[in-house]
């Protein structure tokens, strides 16, 4: 069975740090790109960053840009996201999910979702 | 940034009904389209990807239409537990980006 298990958020300050974990199981991690989305309280969905199977490729939506960065340690079948200058607007709850992809079209998606940790940014 | 608009924002069906959400992106994504479903305090689950392919496990009253910009997502007859919020999300390039959801909610 996949899982994958978030951790590390909690209440932080304006301008604080955090790091996140997404501990991976019951798939070859590896193998897969890896996502973190967000969702603000009451509010929609929205893609934060991802990061390719050896680490080479990183993208990240332009509000986290310079503060937040992806990682993963293939090795501990692990992601994170360190994330600094917190604001505000970065109060979410943070997901990982592993990225799927439809044969060789490129299409991808969120396939499997952990369970979400929630970042409260605040003073 | 490609914009992912549905409609409805919010809908009010009744168990038997046949659903139907619409999603339309800013400029063509091809069939770059993926559904999701999320319910309360829950992660949300891929319904369809790829506009119309449907995910393991997914019930076949969930199907999906579409390519370009107009995409459709649709369920044949509600069951109780459909009843949650459905999002669109495009792929086609970076940044990857949702709609704003739509809210389907018990007549």
């Known amino acids: 069975e996949v899982q994958l298990v978030e951790s590390g958020g909690g209440l932080v300050q304006p301008g604080g740090s955090l790091r996140l974990s997404c501990a991976a199981s019951?798939?070859?991690?590896?193998?897969?790109?890896m996502s973190w989305v967000r969702q603000a309280p009451g509010k929609g969905l929205q893609w934060v960053a991802n990061?390719?199977?050896?680490?080479?490729?990183?993208k990240s939506v332009d509000a986290v840009k310079g503060r937040f960065t992806i990682s993963r340690d293939n090795a501990k079948n692990s992601l994170y996201l360190q994330m600094n200058s917190l604001r505000v607007e970065d109060t979410a709850v943070y997901f990982c999910a592993s990225l799927g992809h439809w044969g060789l079209s490129g299409i991808s998606y969120f396939e499997s979702w952990g369970q979400g940790t929630l970042v409260t940014v605040s003073s | 940034d490609i914009q992912m608009t549905q409609s409805p924002s919010s809908l009010s069906a009744s168990v038997g009904d046949r659903v139907t959400i619409t999603c339309r992106a800013s400029q063509s994504i091809s069939t770059y389209l993926n559904w999701y479903q999320q319910k309360p305090g829950r992660a949300p689950k891929v319904l369809i990807y790829?506009?119309?392919s449907l995910q393991s496990g997914v019930p076949s009253r969930f199907s999906g239409s579409g390519s370009g910009t107009d995409f459709t997502l649709t369920i044949s007859s509600l069951q109780l537990e459909d009843f949650a919020i459905y999002y669109c999300q495009q792929s086609y390039i970076t940044p990857i980006t949702f709609g704003q959801g739509t809210r389907l909610e018990i007549k």
């Open positions: 790829a506009a119309s």
């Open positions: 019951g798939f070859t991690f590896r193998n897969y790109w």
């Open positions: 990061i390719k199977q050896d680490g080479s490729v990183k």
